[in-house]
């Protein structure tokens, strides 16, 4: 079978870039302030970095959430999804210092207080009613996104109201270039600023809007079957026209939106648990929530709305021979496609399988069939009659895979889990560049 050559993570080249475009939109700064003098001008000039940085933020904030495949597929969609909420934060952390020294400083230098100073820039300078209800736009996005808030609300009316977000950034965009001294003498600082934003919009749209629109009117795709495959946990077959197209790879995930009363108005990530067929693709699906425990009832043909495909847990990811499959619950749902397809020579490749009961190991005859046809090792990790789990520590991977520091290992699982399989693969010597994991917590 031919061996699969790892890509090269993108991350560093990314961060680098992002970086630099940063420091540029400093030199915009420092380009057209030849100098500072005295409290309140130093407070307008922090005010105007600030600015800059958090018009700059925005921009990466929407390409973060356009999902490019070259960031969604070699990345990994967790990992921009944390790209996502750290830029969110530097952000709303820019906006605020913005409006604060830029406020205070012009304070300063008019001699009036905070608040009449405030009132005086909002309704006298342009475009400044607008920005000042973008950003009031921006923090209260910011404010839902925040970690209390946001575990207390439904996720489907979190992505609604998170939507919020293009509207602050169409609203606060326009006084960038009426009220920035960047701007307003530099025909070439302007064609940038407007470059950056046009560039951001232009991959929102196409990737959001456009590619997902072509998809599914090209590929048609339809419930063929709903197939119980242990308690709680069902199988969703998909038929549709020319699915081969769709450069799907075993591991990756689709956005589904189902368009049936109760499910249409919300999307989910699932996995695909099958190598992805010509005619037919297949999701395994645990009910842990109100959409999963839906799909049982799915009726056939019912039609629906897929995004993707996405994901970096796949073959490319392989940096060896020997591989260690790890998965817990319904995290065996990509695993089982990874089973069937990563390259390997017989008894290179070890599935283990935790599960509280063995009711619960969901695919388990096709498992135990692609174990016998490819010669790989099936493991099953499950309580005891007593209900004691077993334990997957450092020593039990050493005793099971004597050179377990010279596998690569893929991680799915719930979180906790997960965690605790990490920290005892890198007690075991696991090198932390060969161990692949990629949550689905969006």
Not at 63 to 74: F, G
Not at 113 to 119: D, H, I, N, R, W
Not at 120 to 138: C, I, R
Not at 160 to 185: D, K, M, P, R
Request: net charge positive; proline share 6%.
């Amino acid at each position: 079978m031919r061996r699969v050559r790892p890509r090269r993570s993108p991350a560093i080249p990314l961060l680098l870039l992002a970086w630099s475009g940063a420091a540029a939109v400093l030199w915009l700064w420092w380009r057209n302030t030849p100098a500072v003098s005295g409290a309140s001008g130093w407070m307008v000039n922090a005010g105007r970095m600030t600015g800059l940085l958090a018009g700059y933020a925005v921009a990466l904030v929407i390409v973060q959430m356009a999902r490019v495949p070259a960031l969604e597929r070699r990345v990994g969609s967790d990992r921009v999804t944390r790209w996502h909420a750290m830029s969110g934060r530097y952000t709303l952390v820019l906006t605020a210092a913005h409006v604060g020294l830029t406020l205070y400083g012009y304070a300063l230098q008019a001699g009036t207080g905070l608040v009449a100073q405030t009132v005086s820039v909002v309704t006298g300078y342009p475009d400044m009613v607008e920005a000042a209800a973008g950003t009031l736009l921006l923090l209260l996005t910011g404010l839902l996104s925040a970690g209390l808030l946001r575990r207390r609300m439904r996720y489907e009316l979190w992505y609604y109201l998170h939507l919020l977000t293009y509207a602050a950034v169409y609203l606060a965009f326009w006084h960038q270039l009426s009220t920035g001294a960047e701007f307003a003498g530099d025909p070439a600082a302007r064609t940038a600023w407007y470059t950056l934003y046009a560039a951001a919009g232009a991959l929102l749209l196409w990737y959001r809007v456009l590619v997902p629109l072509r998809l599914n009117l090209r590929h048609r795709m339809r419930v063929d079957s709903v197939v119980p495959e242990a308690p709680g946990v069902v199988s969703v077959l998909i038929r549709g026209r020319r699915l081969h197209r769709l450069g799907a790879e075993a591991g990756q995930f689709f956005r589904w939106r189902f368009l049936t009363r109760g499910l249409w108005w919300t999307a989910n990530p699932y996995s695909l648990s099958a190598p992805p067929r010509p005619d037919l693709l297949r999701i395994t699906v645990k009910a842990v929530g109100g959409h999963s425990a839906a799909l049982a009832a799915l009726p056939p043909g019912t039609r629906l709305w897929a995004e993707g495909p996405y994901g970096a847990l796949t073959a490319a990811r392989q940096r060896g021979g020997k591989v260690l499959l790890l998965a817990g619950g319904a995290g065996i749902t990509p695993l089982r496609a990874l089973f069937e397809t990563l390259p390997g020579a017989p008894g290179d490749l070890t599935l283990l399988y935790r599960a509280r009961t063995a009711e619960e190991l969901a695919l388990r005859g096709e498992l135990e069939e692609i174990a016998d046809r490819r010669g790989a090792n099936l493991l099953y990790a499950v309580n005891g009659p007593d209900g004691r789990r077993p334990a997957i520590s450092a020593r039990t991977l050493r005793k099971l895979l004597p050179d377990i520091d010279r596998h690569d290992v893929y991680l799915c699982g719930p979180p906790g889990l997960t965690g605790e399989w990490y920290a005892a693969l890198r007690e075991a010597g696991v090198p932390e560049r060969r161990i692949h994991h990629e949550s689905f917590a969006f």
